[in-house]
Nanobody, 128 residues
Framework: QVQLMESGGGSAQPGGSLTLSCVASGLPSSNNCITWFRQPPEKEREGVAAIYTGGGSMYYAEFVRGRFTISRDNAKNTVYLRMNSLKPEDTGIYYC?????????????????????WGQGTPVTVSS
């Protein structure tokens, strides 16, 4: 059973930084696609970034490209999302999710049927 747990959320000022962590267990192989998605207040969920845990190929939504960096530490079964130059519109609940094996690795968000599991989320608030 795939399980994921996010942490690291909090408050930041515009222009600030936060790093989120996602610890995964029960993944079916050593090369899995993990994606981060978010749910802004009163808006639909949107995919933010994705990474292959094996090869490390990374994919970003256009609205975070150049500001966010996704990375992984396989020894710790952890995927990170480093968020720089934060904006108020980055406010929301951030989740990490496992993409079903064999499906394309790209930023995804529910109700995408190719997402196998996701965690409880960690909140991020960006305000002055």
């Amino acid at each position: 059973q795939v399980q994921l747990m996010e942490s690291g959320g909090g408050s930041a000022q515009p222009g600030g930084s936060l790093t989120l962590s996602c610890v995964a267990s029960g993944l079916p192989s050593s090369n899995n696609c993990i994606t981060w998605f978010r749910q802004p207040p009163e808006k639909e969920r949107e995919g933010v970034a994705a990474i292959y845990t094996g090869g490390g190929s990374m994919y970003y939504a256009e609205f975070v490209r150049g500001r966010f960096t996704i990375s992984r530490d396989n020894a710790k079964n952890t995927v990170y999302l480093r968020m720089n130059s934060l904006k108020p519109e980055d406010t929301g609940i951030y989740y990490c999710a496992a993409v079903r094996r064999g499906r394309s690795c790209r930023p995804r968000a529910p109700p995408d049927k190719d997402l196998e599991a996701w965690g409880q989320g960690t909140p991020v608030t960006v305000s002055s």
